[in-house]
Structure formats: structure tokens, C-alpha cells
């Protein structure tokens, strides 16, 4: 350490003291809240610290300098867990050396973080954490930390030790003789997107630390660092030989807080650069939206008796799916069995398409049920799925009389109710149901990241899709997509590409299907369903099964009532379809591409499916999660395991990520090694202003490859039986 950096942190320190004199209580102050760094994730500048964020906080970044550009998606997933996902854009090179098929692209690294709560600050400890970047990419800027962070007054202390990227000054040990990265092995396996753990921990390592100060004006905050890293291992200095010399170890910045909703951030690093950030965040458990709905039925306690003669049953049904969500119900009314001791009831069968709350539906249908001013002991609510009866749930007439005139204190529903696995229907139906046809439209988007030949590819269009039930058992069903834009034609991965691969392209003709194709039906399919016994549920289906493949297939499901677990086998015989044909298959497996002058392979037709186990932890380290296990063969005909792990928030929104591993070998895959992604499903009533169990899913795709790929059939028989085991719905917030 020189002279000039002794002088600049003893007068950093010097400032910092005689503000923290000022400033120590912490009443006096502005609430510290964590910021993120420029890799994403809470941290300093390039200094990752002991600090995460409140479990929801869900981040979108940009950061900006001379060498890179890092997009990043942070996300508090769990209390004791942070996620990132980050692309960063390396302005000195390209994605390739062929500008036939990379052209101006810059070369794109992806890389995942994860970060692990070890302690929660206290009087005397630090909030601890130990971290992992760059773990899934090809180790760019891979390093491990263990980092610890002490709050006082305004300020924010921060020490820790690096090792790898965030270690390469190896002021703790290492012999920078061996190497930049004082011997360890910074190659990447396979086609790179692989964990390489076994170099975890090795090589340099630094220590590093750093303040972060909360002014007194509350949106301001400073920070400086003492940076672990030298950046003679950076890849513009080694695969270009550009320089990006370090004339300073302290980092200085400055962030400013735009709100709750974001912030912008300016700092001095390396001594000679400057880097510029900006920040969009919001809360996953924290969204609430206002819904402008139907006033809930007042309940008369005293009213006329009526008779089922004399009462509208009509004008009923219409008020159990304007008020209650229950669509096109079926009403049936049993008498007292004075021999078996059955009660008498009303018995409605409707699917629930309004509240994911569910007892709030019980309630709405209870009240409006109650005033029809027929006398029965129970009400009893089938609701279904797709026809097919989900769960019943009993409610006690005159306890529910008791709750809807808050005869006791806290009086709810779930104090007169029991839901159960349907039983039968009994009695005389007064109210069918007679609209077996639907139809809609929706605006959809599909997107990839970080393709050598665009950083963005993308399509936005309409799809209209229409359905008709043949009884109660059998639906035909249809779906339509019209392009509006897309950016396709920009994807050259037609042939064999330069990485080698030759596998049957299941996934990656995907312009040939969108941008050649502005108006095609997507979907064009019968489907049969049933449930049988108690716990079983099935379907079988057949016709034009998605965008690229048709063929037949069926699923059986078993999923005991109120049980936390499920098993389910899929099995599908199916072919490409054919994409300059509406209504054609391919019948060759090698096709010719004129445009290439290549010949590639398509699926003539093969067999496809998966036994998947689904679970949801009763454990309190993973709260409102669920894992679901497939294994199994896929489209291009390799066989293996795909694990999806999804976590759902208090507002209802899902966050989930998913991999698949194969029998192909990391060169046969192509660039990324294996198949993985990540999504966000949001419920539909918390961007509109009326209550919906519909819900909308943003997925990120690092690269579409053709290893690992799954039918996309148009039902799961899991979430459909949601109301079983309520997870897609349990979470309720407006």
C-alpha cells in the first residue's frame, strides 16, 4: 500500500468519524436499507458484502463502464438465500470470430450467483454470509466469499475474504508466480454453463472491506471499498491484450435512492474509471393491488321461506359467478334422508375462475346460497376443473347463520365448513349447465437471452383460442397465433452449428416456425378426461399438440387429498411438424437448409414422457415452495432428469428455476452444456383491477438448445387439480 492510498482512507476515516459523532444514534438517522452492487446482488461496488435484502425484494440492473456492461435479476428468493442471474456484454471483444453468424454481437457471458445467509446480525455479531459468483457460466468473474457486516449509527461496515475473481490481488495468500490466478484452473468444462466446484475456494485470495454511509439526506449514501481483485485476469486483458490497469485499490461511489422503487449509483474504480448504474425493484410479498368487485351478498337473517318451486334458480346461477366465481354452476337440491341420516342440501358443480381465495368463494356462495331462503341443513360446493370434480366442501347452514350475523368474535367460514375428496351428487337438479363453449384472446411474448447472434430474440403476438366440451368429459379445442413482431430472422442456428452438435433439431428450428410463419395454428387437439377413485385423475389427448410437435399422448395422476405430495406419468408418441405447412409433419429425419447449404436431422417420430414427483417441504427453511422431480425421455431422444423448484411469494407470485441433465455428453449438447431456465408467474388480478385465478408466466431462456427439451402439452393435471392441496392459490394478498 503506497503513500497516496494510506492518505486517501485515513481522510476517508477522518470524514466518516466526525459524521458518525454527529450521527450515531440511529434515530437521528435515515433507515439503512441494503444496496446492490454492480454484479448484482447486495454488495458495495465490486465487493460483495455480509448484507441481504428483505426475502422478496426482487431487483432489475444495468451496469455500465468502458470494459462491460452487466444486466443482472436479483432476488431475494428465501430469508436466507439470494439469487442473480447476469448477462454481461464485454465491449472490447465479440461473440465470435465468424461475423457470417455472430456479426457485431458483443461477447456475452452468462453467469448465476447465489449467496447464503450463515448469521443474522445481532448486539455482538455480524450478519455473516458466504457466496458463490459466476457459478453457472464460464467463469468470467467466478469467485467465492465469505463476507461479514456489522451496521453502527449510519454506517455499514463490511470485511471479508475473496478467492478467485474477487481475490486475484492475493493480499492473503498466493503466488501470483504461478499465474494470474496464482495456479488455479480457470478453464471451463464442457461447453461452459457447468458448476465447477472443484475449484471453489482455490487459487488467489484477498482480503477486502468496505463502509457504506446513510447521509443524513435520506436518498444519498456513499461507499468506499478496498477492492480484492487486480484485473490482470480479466478477459479483455487475456484474450485481447487490453489494458485495464488499477492505479487505485479504493473505490469510491455515491447512490441515490429514486423512491422504493429504484436507485441510480455513480462510483471511481480502479482509480481511472468511471461506472454508472441504475436499479428497478420492487417487493414480491409487499404487491397489493385495489380490485373494483361485486359487493359481497348482505346476508338477511330474516327472510321468506321459499320452496324449490317458487325460487328463480336461474337468477341463482347467475349470482354464484357474478359474486361468487362460480361459472356456469349446476344445482341440485337434496331432501333429508330420515333412514341413512343424510341431510338435506343444495349442491352446487361449478369451476372457480373469480377468487384465489378460496374461502372467500365458500363465503360469496354460502351467502348467496342462504338468501334463496330455501331451508336445508347443508350447502355443499363441488368445485371442478376442466369438468372434472376437484374437492367438495360441506358447510353447516345454521353455524354458517351464526358467522354471516357475527354472533361471536373472529366469526369465519372455515368455522362451518369441511372440505373433502366429491362424493357422488344426490338429488333434483333445479339449474344445468349449459355453456360448453369458450373462447378468448391473449397477447403473448416468447423470448431468449444472450444468443450469439442477438442478446435479445423475441416475438410478440395474439392468440386466439377457442374450446367446446362434448359432454362432460371431452373438449375440442383450438388455438391461433398471428405475429405481430419479432426479431427471429436474426437466429441462424439452422444447421450444424459451429459448436459441433448434431442432434435432432426439436427445439432449435424455432424461426423456421415464427418468422416464417406470421398466421399458424398452434394448437388443434380432442381431449378426454376423467377422474377415478378417489385420488386418481387422467387425460388423453391427440391432434396438433403445439407450435412444433402433433401426436398422442395421455397422463394419469395420483394426489390424495390434502396430502403435500403427488405422482403423475405422462407418456406421448410424437412428430415434428412440418413449419412451410399448415397441417403437415416432416417424413424425412435429414433436411436440407439452402440458406446454410447444410443438412440438419428433424424427429419423424419418437416416444416422449415422464414420471414426476411433486412435493411442497413442510419445512420452515423452504416456506411456500415447491419441488417437482421428472424423469424420463425427451424429444430428441436423450434421456434424464429434469428438477423444478418454484417459491411462491405472499402476493401470489411464483419464482422458479429449472435444469435438465441428460445422457448427452456436455459437446453434444452445444454451448451451455445443459438445458436451464427461470420464470415468473404473476396472478392476473394483481395487473388488473378484478379478481382472476388466471395468471401470466415470464420465462428467461439462456440458450434454446435441443438437449433436455419437453413436450409442451396444453394441461397438467397438477395445477389443475390445484384446489386438492391449494399451492398455486394459497397465497392471497388485496
Known sequence: MNKSHIFKLSAITLALSSMVNAHADEFDSPVFMPSQSDFGGVGLMQMPTGRVAKEGEFTLGGTFNNEYHHYTVSLQLLPWMETTIRYTLVQDLLYSGDEGFSGQTKYTDKGIDVKFRLLEESFWLPETSIGLRDIGGTGLFDGEYIAASK??????????????????????????????????????????????????????????????????????RLKAEWDGNDYKSDFP?????????????????????????????????????????????????????????????????????????????????????????????????????????????????????????????????????????????????VETSNNQPTTQTRIDAKQFAKVANHEYVNAKVEDASSTTTPTSVQGRQVANKDNDFDWGIAPTLQQSFGSPEAFYLFNVGVNANASYWLGNHIEASGSLYINIYDNYD?????????????????????????????????????????????????????????????????????????????VGFDVNYVKQRDPDSQFGF?????????????????????????ASLYYTPQWSLLPDSLLKVSAGQYLTEDKGVTIDFSKQFDSGVIAGAFASFTNLSAEEFGEGSFTKGFYVSIPFDLMTVKPSTNRATISWIPLTRDGGQ????????????????PWYSRKVTN
Open 490 to 566: 436474426q437466429f441462424k442456428y439452422q444447421g450444424p452449428p459451429p459448436d459441433g452438435t448434431d442432434l435432432k433439431r426439436v427445439r432449435t428450428l424455432v424461426r423456421s416456425y415464427i418468422s416464417d410463419n406470421p398466421v399458424r395454428v398452434d394448437n388443434l387437439q380432442l381431449t378426454w378426461m376423467d377422474r377415478f377413485g378417489d385420488n386418481f385423475y387422467s387425460q388423453a389427448y391427440g391432434g396438433y399438440l403445439e407450435m412444433m410437435f402433433g401426436g398422442i399422448g395421455g397422463e394419469v395422476l395420483y394426489r390424495p387429498m390434502n396430502s403435500n405430495w403427488a
Open 710 to 725: 419437453m413436450l409442451n402439452r396444453k394441461y397438467g393435471l397438477y395445477q389443475m387439480t390445484d384446489a386438492r392441496s
Open 151 to 220: 451496521h453502527w449509527g449510519p454506517l455499514d461496515l463490511t470485511l471479508g475474504i475473496g478467492w478467485g475473481y474477487i481475490g486475484n490481488s492475493a493480499n492473503l495468500r498466493g503466488d501470483k508466480s504461478a499465474g494470474r490466478d496464482c495456479g488455479r484452473d480457470t478453464t471451463h468444462s464442457g461447453k461452459g454453463g457447468q458448476v465447477d466446484y472443484k475449484r471453489w475456494f482455490t487459487g488467489c485470495a484477498a482480503v477486502f472491506g468496505g463502509i457504506e454511509y446513510q447521509t443524513p439526506w435520506a436518498p444519498l
Open 586 to 610: 416432416y417424413d424425412q429425419e435429414r433436411q436440407f437448409d439452402p440458406s446454410t447449404g447444410r443438412y440438419f436431422r428433424v424427429q419423424t417420430g419418437t416416444l416422449t414422457g415422464h
Open 237 to 381: 486483458v487475456t484474450q485481447k491484450r487490453i489494458t485495464m490497469p488499477q492505479d487505485s485499490q479504493v473505490n469510491l461511489g455515491a447512490l441515490y435512492r429514486l423512491g422504493s422503487w429504484g436507485d441510480m449509483r455513480l462510483s471511481y474504480e480502479r482509480g481511472n474509471t468511471w461506472t454508472f448504474g441504475v436499479n428497478l425493484k420492487t417487493n414480491f410479498n409487499d404487491l397489493s393491488t385495489t380490485w373494483f368487485d361485486e359487493p359481497k351478498t348482505v346476508y338477511a337473517s330474516t327472510k321468506k321461506e321459499a320452496t324449490i318451486s317458487t325460487t328463480d334458480w336461474q337468477r341463482v346461477k347467475e349470482q354464484l359467478a357474478t359474486n361468487a366465481g362460480y361459472d356456469d354452476a349446476a344445482i341440485y337440491i337434496s331432501q333429508k334422508d330420515d333412514l341413512t341420516g343424510s341431510p338435506s342440501a343444495i349442491t352446487i358443480v361449478g369451476n372457480q375462475t373469480k377468487y384465489r381465495n378460496r374461502s372467500e368463494a365458500h363465503e360469496r356462495a354460502a351467502l348467496v346460497l342462504a338468501n334463496s331462503g330455501i331451508n336445508v341443513d347443508e350447502y355443499r360446493l
